[in-house]
């Protein structure tokens, strides 16, 4: 069965300052990989998703990530945060074929220090 | 911005009570996802649907739990009996294909937070 791990449960960075949140996922293939946002009391956006290709992915709001098969993971970065990035992360994976749900970790809180 | 709509958005309950949460799915998508958000905690997967049609209901508990899509009208998450470890925030989420077909993504409600009393 899929699952993802998000070892980091809270993360502290000061604004300006460069961020990585780890994600690692288990499955028999080659998954979809995604990486969503969720702010206080809203829903969940999402940042960016790998499918195929290329193994570094652009997102939105300056995120990236890079697909690592050999090391199960998809990372996130972004090299300088802003105040307004405080939210918390999943990770998520999906499995090809249709009839396939998204599994999510259990998130990422990044809080910002000024 | 005609989004994944889910209602209502705040709802209470006294334990044994039921509970219904609606979600309409972003026009076009026939793929429905139900979450459960607890406290501090990710999100489960509780179940997929398509249009009348349940896909995969492995997340869902064997009781008190059902989950419906029909052919008009919204997708229903039903609580029947409420406990207050029920308590949490549902999020639906709608897809125009599945979540591994297409671009696979899912678009997200902005939740409905149940309290049980």
Redesign the interface.
């Known amino acids: 069965a899929q699952s993802v791990t998000?070892p980091d449960i809270h993360i502290t960075v000061s604004e300006g300052a460069s961020l990585e949140l780890r994600c690692n996922y288990s499955y028999g293939a080659t998954p979809?990989l995604?990486w969503?946002v969720q702010s206080p009391?809203?829903?969940?956006?999402?940042l960016l998703?790998y499918?195929s290709g290329d193994t570094l992915v652009q997102g939105i709001k300056g995120f990236e990530a890079e697909f690592k098969r050999s090391q199960s993971s998809f990372n996130l970065r972004k090299p300088s945060v802003h105040w307004s990035d405080a939210a918390e992360y999943?990770c998520a994976v999906?499995?090809?074929?249709?009839?396939?749900?998204?599994?999510?970790?259990?998130?990422t809180r990044l809080s910002i220090r000024p | 911005n005609a989004g994944v709509m889910q209602n209502p958005r705040h709802l209470v309950r006294r334990r044994g009570q039921e509970a219904r949460l609606r979600c309409s799915p972003m026009k076009g998508h026939s793929h429905v996802y139900w979450y459960r958000q607890l406290p501090e905690e990710g999100l489960k997967f509780m179940v997929y649907l398509q249009k009348e049609n349940i896909i995969d209901e492995s997340g869902m508990p064997k009781e008190r739990f059902s989950a419906e899509f029909p052919k008009e009208g919204p997708s229903i998450l039903r609580i029947q009996q409420v406990v207050r470890g029920d308590s949490a925030a549902y999020f639906c989420a709608s897809s125009l294909q599945g979540a591994g077909g297409g671009t696979g993504e899912l678009f997200f409600g902005e939740g409905s937070r149940l309290t049980v009393l």
Request: hydrophobic fraction near 35%; proline fraction near 0%.
């Open positions: 998000q979809y995604f969503y009391g809203q829903g969940l956006q999402l998703k499918f999943f999906g499995m090809r074929g249709s009839a396939s749900k998204i599994i999510f970790g259990s998130g």
